[in-house]
């Protein structure tokens, strides 16, 4: 059973509040007030949407306007070596739960008609917030789910409350074309929707729907509260968005390169809506989170990045992710931070920052430091990815794991040769060590990560 203590930022704020209360500048109450309202967290997972493809990292020449995701990072930190799973639904389980996928048998995206999806012993945000918290936080999910819901024998669209959020509406799964009733293919402006176990079909643009309930949510809960907001775009199908959330005038018969640009960008300008929705106080007792849960699809990437592997792979392409985090505990806005970060260290982020005094694995670790500090040195010594198929506990057709540190890269196939890179000389990842080893430097860096991978696979399911 989680402990309850006071998170130590409300502490220093207290005693900052004390000291104004005993000069005689404010009253008690102020303090009283101050204690009562821990940061609301709002958590926004775009979907399929690299580093390549999020202006503010400047790593392509001509990325999708993002100024809404640049001006996030402005007010608050960026991390430049956040890593996430290669596909969808385990890194969203992952963020949720601060563990890997090996431990619930979620190592690819779930299928429609499969049996398996997110256990629902799994102790999830909203189930930490609960216990530890005492209840002190309201919360609800908006947008994708992707973590069950739609297999055979599954509990269907209550799933997402069933794993522990008060409040759900949104795309069960990807918004892939089969026919409606009535005739009509599913698409970003007709898709099935469900809200608290009811089914409907939605005719909104999916990206505004998402923003529109996120909204709602805000209005309706009460303080402090935690949100996820996880949106379909930028994943296929790849339609022309509406025209005031293209500024570009891209239309389906553009390229499909231009046509997920331009749903890149109504991310960005419904990220802005809903920051504008907030008001700069509920912004200033708010902590925001953005980030990407896996690479750019290689079929949409463009410039010097074409070609390149992404999404699906274990190459930086495809589990290097965005990862923006603004608010309350950021001390020098405008930070960037080298520190390495698994998509798992939101859950013990989101604990502390709740106030949630927990024994969490070393699968996750909080990011919190690196908001007061970002020239920290990394709080990880390596991060973890995997992608296995079938989902399930095995056995599996497929298995591929990655393991790395700050300089060198190790991944394994199971009944394939491994593959070793130097980051540091090699960033493309075009040489592979493990083929010859060429000094023995990359000979050891191989002995350690592989222990480290062992180290990492030892924890029981």
């Known amino acids: 059973m989680p402990r309850i203590s006071i998170n130590p930022l409300w502490v220093a704020a207290l005693q900052s509040m004390l000291l104004t209360v005993a000069a005689g500048c404010t009253s008690p109450g102020v303090v009283v007030t101050l204690l009562n309202r821990p940061s609301n967290i709002l958590v926004v997972i775009a979907d399929d949407v690299g580093v390549d493809k999020t202006a503010a990292y400047g790593e392509h020449a001509d990325p999708p306007p993002t100024p809404n995701l640049t001006a996030l990072a402005e007010r608050g930190v960026l991390f430049t070596r956040a890593f996430a799973y290669p596909k969808c639904s385990p890194t969203r389980a992952g963020v949720l739960t601060g563990r890997y996928g090996f431990h619930y048998g979620i190592g690819d995206h779930l299928l429609p008609g499969h049996r398996w999806e997110l256990s629902l012993e799994e102790v999830t945000v909203p189930r930490m917030l609960d216990e530890g918290t005492a209840g002190l936080y309201a919360h609800s999910a908006v947008g994708k789910w992707h973590l069950g819901g739609r297999g055979r024998g599954s509990i269907g669209p209550i799933h997402p409350v069933a794993s522990g959020f008060t409040y759900h509406a949104g795309a069960l799964g990807n918004l892939a074309a089969h026919v409606l009733p009535h005739g ?7 898709f099935k929707k469900a809200e608290m176990g009811e089914l409907y079909i939605e005719h909104e643009y999916a990206t505004r729907d998402t923003t529109n309930d996120a909204i709602a949510r805000i209005q309706a809960m009460p303080e402090p509260w935690f949100l996820w907001v996880a949106c379909n ?22 390229p499909i390169s231009a046509r997920y640009d331009a749903m890149v960008g109504s991310i960005d300008l419904e990220m802005g809506h809903l920051f504008q929705s907030m008001g700069s106080d509920l912004l200033d007792r708010t902590v925001i989170v953005f980030m990407g849960d896996n690479g750019t699809p290689p079929e949409v990437k463009t410039g010097r990045e074409a ?7 274990l190459y930086e392409g495809g589990i290097r ?12 806005p405008g930070g960037r931070t080298d520190g390495l970060v698994n998509h798992t260290d939101l859950f013990a982020t989101v604990a502390e920052i709740a106030g949630a005094d927990l024994e969490l694995s070393e699968e996750s670790v909080s990011l919190l430091p690196y908001l007061d500090d970002p020239d920290l040195p990394s709080l990880r010594e390596v991060v973890f990815a995997e992608r296995f198929l079938p989902n399930g506990p095995g056995p599996y057709d497929e298995v591929h794991r990655m393991v790395r540190d700050e300089r060198w890269k190790l991944i394994t196939h199971h009944g394939g040769d491994d593959e070793l890179y130097d980051l540091r000389e090699d960033p493309l990842e075009a040489k592979n060590l493990a083929s010859s080893f060429p000094d023995g430097e990359a000979q050891d860096a191989h002995t350690r990560l592989r222990m480290e991978m062992r180290a990492i696979l030892s924890v029981p399911w």
């Open 184 to 190: 009509r293919e599913q698409s970003y402006f007709h």
């Open 307 to 313: 070609g390149r592997p992404g999404k699906e792979t």
């Open 233 to 254: 775009a930028a994943h296929s199908p790849y339609h022309a968005p509406p025209p005031d959330l293209n500024s570009d005038g891209v239309t389906d018969e553009d």
């Open 321 to 332: 992710v965005p990862l923006i985090i603004a608010g309350p505990p950021v001390r020098l």
